[in-house]
């Protein structure tokens, strides 16, 4: 069963990769990669192993493989602040993928100096963008208009499940408020901000196998 969400003409495809699917585009979205925060950290003297990024590399290219678009845009805070050499590895693996044209609408860790943006594999916007039916942007948006939907991010939406034994677990998850959707952070070094779903939100949990409509 594909979880998706139907906003006037448009179809949102929710990906259990922690991405959304836009057929009539052929686009991807991505929110909150924060590659390179592995690096920032070890900088700090915090021993953070590199390959939980190279993962998150492997998780998108299964997606750009799997759904073959023309267009990934990122909603927000791709590199995690400031440069290290991880930007560099990040521009050679998009290199590989001529075919897709990345996008870019800057976050607030997206910090670095214009001219390593210039340099790079992105279109970069620095507001929010329109696209058909849709307003990207990171940070979610107060104020949207009319027939318009807010994809964005920043937020890294996270959900507890508590069962009848007391047992609990926390997943990340897709947020669907009306006319808003806030993804989950695609990175796997990102925490997770537990909601508190009012009851004319939606909720998307996403496990390894599926992402199930959790709250509706």
Known sequence: MISQINFQKTKLILLKEKAVWVPSLNSI???????????HFRKSGIPIPEPIHLEDLANLQLIIKSYHPQHVYFLGDLFHSDWNGQWEVLNQFLGRFPQVQFHLVLGNHDILDSSFYTHSAFSVYKSPIELE??????????????QKINLCGHIHPGIRLVGKARQSIRLSCFYYKPNQLILPAFGRFTGLALIKPKPTDQVFGITKEKVIPILS
């Open 29 to 39: 979205f991505i929110a909150d990669l924060h590659f390179g925060k592995a690096s």
């Open 133 to 146: 039916d849709l307003i990207l942007s990171h940070e979610p948006l107060d104020v949207i208009a009319e």
